[in-house]
């Protein structure tokens, strides 16, 4: 079983991320910590799990700067066998479609059974880009997946929606994005982390993979980033519950006439 | 030029959902502008009355995909149909309510169609012909306000945050029936159910009202209260993560970066710190009441109104004044 992840490095989620003035659309990236995506982590946890059970292959694929190679080395030591990172760095601006061009080609160049990756980074927070190369590659897709079962050349999904949940099948090969709950992901051995400092990762870039700059121009171009607007300065009660319970009822109803 | 905006319009159990009704809402906003009329797509079957409704918000025409391949919805096979809708009436803009539903349709058409996909907006607007959008990123620390460019841009807007627009008398509009083809993909997919939890409590990503518990719940048989009072204000209950990995509640409840994000009128949370990944899914609610014991609580800087005080007393309490009340 040949598996690709892909992954995304993003900051951390206890980051305080803010735009950076000088470029409004990006943020200010000095002291933050990056890590593997996390939702792309169940994704790579999952890889791993059908690797040890049924063999194969699993290869980490993500479109970055030099500094996602920590990304990639963070889910070799996990386990992955193979990293590539395709390079970003003279095509800032990409947007989720031309991402979703670069890794449909880049995996398109050896045979697999299996595209996983996390339902959503939590930068852009767009939740397309795997289902994107799913329809680039003209693949079907299921997205949230909170569990996965391998068998005859088939997968079969539990997915979530609105209030419930999906069993769907599906014919391999295909892409599956990753929910909360398909797994725990593991802290990588030591012995892993050995392994990974030494591993080698390739790098490829647009050009390399026959895309010109042109076919990537993005159609979805983010102009300014800022911060929400401040919340006004809350009321808050102290004091016996008797009290302050009937209080906020009273200020519910008479002054944000919530219900 | 296009000549309409486009809806796909999503129901549940024949009814039309209300964040497609919103849809329609921010379509209608915006048409004006494109010099467009706002034209719904309804694949699968829908009853009357939800066709009624379609009437009564002003869309001047409804695009109809029926067969018994949309009885379930499958992204794919929907992305078949509208791609075929798409070809009648190339929209200048397609909307969509951005749940469950929604993300995973919108994301595959606008592949499909190779168009500029923006997913969760909280605003849309058109200057000079231009379309665009503000939507949250970073679980909610900024806002990235968007131009879309291209043909037919995807749009999907954040429930509970465009209005429904309101009644008019019946504008009749034109119905057109679309017949699709299954794409290859589509054929390698079989939804096989789908089980909806039981319970008549709406779900958290559409109620307007939530009353949310964390860790300082102390077990699920504490979750009854918040129930209780979740049902006298119409509203669901919500969870934070600790008490969905404790096992209280489910995974559908928790709100939050991995949980779900939304922007209810009210939002209560109940001995909930207010961690920033909690507050990823839920900062965006009109209006914030934290209920907790230790008033240095992070929550208490997002919240409107706050009780400083144990949920267990003063919860029961509110439930007694607000029946005493109505
Ligand atoms: C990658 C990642 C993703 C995450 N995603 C989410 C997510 O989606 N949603 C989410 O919620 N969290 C998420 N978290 C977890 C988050 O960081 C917090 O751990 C979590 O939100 C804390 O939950 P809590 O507020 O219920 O518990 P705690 O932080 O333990 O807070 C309990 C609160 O209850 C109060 N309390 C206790 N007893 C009482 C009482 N009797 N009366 C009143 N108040 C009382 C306490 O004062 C305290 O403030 C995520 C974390 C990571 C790393």
Same mark, same amino acid.
């Given at each position: 079983?040949?598996?690709?992840?892909?992954?995304?490095?993003?900051?951390?989620?206890?980051?305080?991320?803010?735009?950076?003035?000088?470029?409004?659309?990006?943020?200010?990236?000095?002291?933050?910590?990056?890590?593997?995506?996390?939702?792309?982590?169940?994704?790579?946890?999952?890889?791993?799990?059908?690797?040890?059970?049924?063999?194969?292959?699993?290869?980490?694929?993500?479109?970055?700067?030099?500094?996602?190679?920590?990304?990639?080395?963070?889910?070799?030591?996990?386990?992955?066998?193979?990293?590539?990172?395709?390079?970003?760095?003279?095509?800032?601006?990409?947007?989720?479609?031309?991402?979703?061009?670069?890794?449909?080609?880049?995996?398109?160049?050896?045979?697999?059974?299996?595209?996983?990756?996390?339902?959503?980074?939590?930068?852009?927070?767009?939740?397309?880009?795997?289902?994107?190369?799913?329809?680039?590659?003209?693949?079907?897709?299921?997205?949230?997946? +909170?569990?996965?079962?391998?068998?005859?050349?088939?997968?079969? &999904?539990?997915?979530?929606?609105?209030?419930?949940?999906?069993?769907?099948?599906?014919?391999?090969?295909?892409?599956?994005?990753?929910?909360?709950?398909?797994?725990?992901?593991?802290?990588?051995?030591?012995?892993?982390?050995?392994?990974?400092?030494?591993?080698?990762?390739?790098?490829?870039?647009?050009?390399?993979?026959?895309?010109?700059?042109?076919?990537?121009?993005?159609?979805?171009?983010?102009?300014?980033?800022? $911060?929400?607007?401040?919340?006004?300065?809350?009321?808050?009660?102290?004091?016996?519950?008797? +009290? +302050?319970?009937?209080?906020?009822?009273?200020?519910?109803?008479?002054?944000?006439?919530?219900? | 030029?296009?000549?309409?905006?486009?809806?796909?319009?999503?129901?549940?159990?024949?009814?039309?959902?209300?964040?497609?009704?919103?849809?329609?809402?921010?379509?209608?906003?915006?048409?004006?502008?494109?010099?467009?009329?706002?034209?719904?797509?309804?694949?699968?079957?829908?009853?009357?009355?939800?066709?009624? &409704?379609?009437?009564?918000?002003?869309?001047?025409?409804?695009?109809?995909?029926?067969?018994?391949?949309?009885?379930?919805?499958?992204? &794919?096979?929907?992305?078949?149909?509208?791609?075929?809708?798409?070809?009648?009436?190339?929209?200048?803009?397609?909307?969509?309510?951005?749940?469950?539903?929604?993300?995973?349709?919108?994301?595959?058409?606008?592949?499909?169609?190779?168009?500029?996909?923006?997913?969760?907006?909280?605003?849309?607007?058109?200057?000079?012909?231009?379309?665009?959008?503000?939507?949250?990123?970073?679980?909610?620390?900024?806002?990235?306000?968007?131009?879309?460019?291209?043909?037919?841009?995807?749009?999907?807007?954040?429930?509970?945050?465009?209005?429904?627009?309101?009644?008019?008398?019946?504008?009749?509009?034109?119905?057109?029936?679309?017949?699709?083809?299954?794409?290859?993909?589509?054929?390698?997919?079989?939804?096989?159910? +789908?089980?909806?939890?039981?319970?008549?409590?709406?779900?958290?990503?559409?109620?307007?009202?939530?009353?949310?518990?964390?860790?300082?719940?102390?077990?699920?048989?504490?979750?009854?209260?918040?129930?209780?009072?979740?049902? $006298?204000?119409?509203?669901?209950?919500?969870?934070?993560?600790?008490?969905?990995?404790?096992?209280?509640?489910?995974?559908?409840?928790?709100?939050?970066?991995?949980?779900?994000?939304?922007?209810?009128?009210?939002?209560?949370? &109940?001995?909930?710190?207010?961690?920033?990944?909690?507050?990823?899914?839920?900062?965006?609610?009109?209006?914030?009441?934290?209920?907790?014991?230790?008033?240095?609580?992070?929550?208490?800087?997002?919240?409107?109104?706050?009780?400083?005080?144990?949920?267990?007393?003063?919860?029961?309490?509110?439930?007694?004044?607000?029946?005493?009340?109505?």
């Amino acid at each position: 079983m040949n598996i690709v992840v892909l992954v995304k490095q993003v900051p951390d989620t206890e980051a305080a991320v803010r735009p950076d003035s000088s470029a409004p659309a990006r943020i200010v990236e000095s002291g933050i910590k990056f890590i593997v995506n996390p939702y792309d982590e169940f994704a790579v946890e999952e890889a791993i799990r059908i690797k040890e059970a049924k063999g194969g292959h699993v290869l980490v694929v993500t479109i970055g700067p030099p500094r996602a190679d920590e990304a990639l080395r963070t889910c070799i030591a996990m386990g992955a066998d193979d990293a590539l990172r395709i390079d970003d760095s003279q095509l800032p601006d990409l947007d989720a479609l031309g991402r979703a061009r670069l890794l449909s080609k880049a995996i398109a160049q050896s045979p697999f059974d299996l595209v996983l990756c996390g339902k959503q980074a939590i930068d852009d927070d767009l939740a397309a880009v795997g289902t994107f190369v799913a329809e680039l590659l003209d693949l079907p897709h299921v997205a949230v997946v +909170t569990k996965l079962e391998l068998a005859d050349g088939k997968a079969i &999904c539990r997915k979530e929606v609105d209030g419930g949940t999906q069993t769907v099948e599906v014919q391999l090969p295909a892409v599956i994005t990753a929910q909360k709950g398909l797994n725990e992901p593991r802290y990588p051995a030591l012995r892993g982390l050995m392994l990974a400092k030494k591993k080698e990762i390739p790098v490829v870039t647009p050009s390399s993979l026959g895309i010109s700059a042109e076919e990537l121009r993005p159609s979805y171009k983010v102009q300014h980033l800022e $911060l929400p607007p401040a919340r006004g300065k809350g009321k808050i009660l102290q004091g016996e519950p008797e +009290t +302050t319970a009937v209080e906020l009822v009273r200020l519910l109803r008479e002054e944000a006439k919530v219900f | 030029m296009a000549s309409e905006v486009l809806v796909w319009v999503e129901f549940k159990d024949g009814v039309i959902r209300r964040s497609s009704l919103e849809a329609i809402g921010a379509a209608t906003q915006v048409a004006a502008q494109l010099k467009c009329t706002v034209a719904a797509a309804v694949v699968g079957n829908a009853d009357q009355q939800a066709m009624q &409704c379609l009437d009564e918000v002003g869309v001047s025409r409804v695009y109809k995909v029926e067969g018994v391949e949309y009885q379930q919805f499958e992204p &794919c096979r929907y992305a078949d149909a509208l791609q075929a809708v798409v070809k009648q009436s190339s929209p200048g803009l397609i909307l969509m309510a951005a749940t469950a539903l929604g993300k995973d349709l919108s994301a595959r058409l606008a592949a499909r169609l190779r168009s500029a996909l923006a997913t969760d907006c909280i605003g849309l607007e058109v200057n000079d012909g231009q379309i665009s959008v503000v939507r949250p990123v970073y679980a909610g620390k900024l806002r990235a306000k968007v131009g879309l460019s291209g043909p037919s841009p995807i749009v999907t807007v954040r429930p509970n945050t465009f209005a429904v627009p309101a009644a008019q008398s019946n504008r009749q509009p034109e119905v057109t029936g679309i017949s699709a083809e299954l794409g290859a993909a589509s054929r390698k997919v079989t939804v096989r159910e +789908t089980v909806y939890s039981t319970g008549e409590m709406p779900d958290v990503s559409e109620a307007d009202i939530v009353v949310s518990g964390g860790r300082g719940m102390k077990g699920p048989e504490n979750f009854a209260i918040l129930e209780e009072l979740a049902k $006298l204000l119409g509203g669901a209950v919500g969870a934070s993560r600790s008490a969905v990995d404790a096992g209280w509640m489910d995974h559908q409840h928790q709100v939050g970066q991995t949980g779900k994000t939304i922007s209810p009128n009210l939002y209560i949370a &109940c001995g909930i710190s207010g961690a920033t990944q909690h507050l990823a899914g839920m900062s965006s609610s009109k209006c914030i009441v934290a209920i907790n014991k230790d008033p240095e609580a992070n929550i208490f800087k997002v919240a409107d109104y706050g009780v400083v005080g144990d949920l267990f007393r003063v919860v029961p309490l509110m439930i007694a004044e607000i029946k005493k009340l109505k």
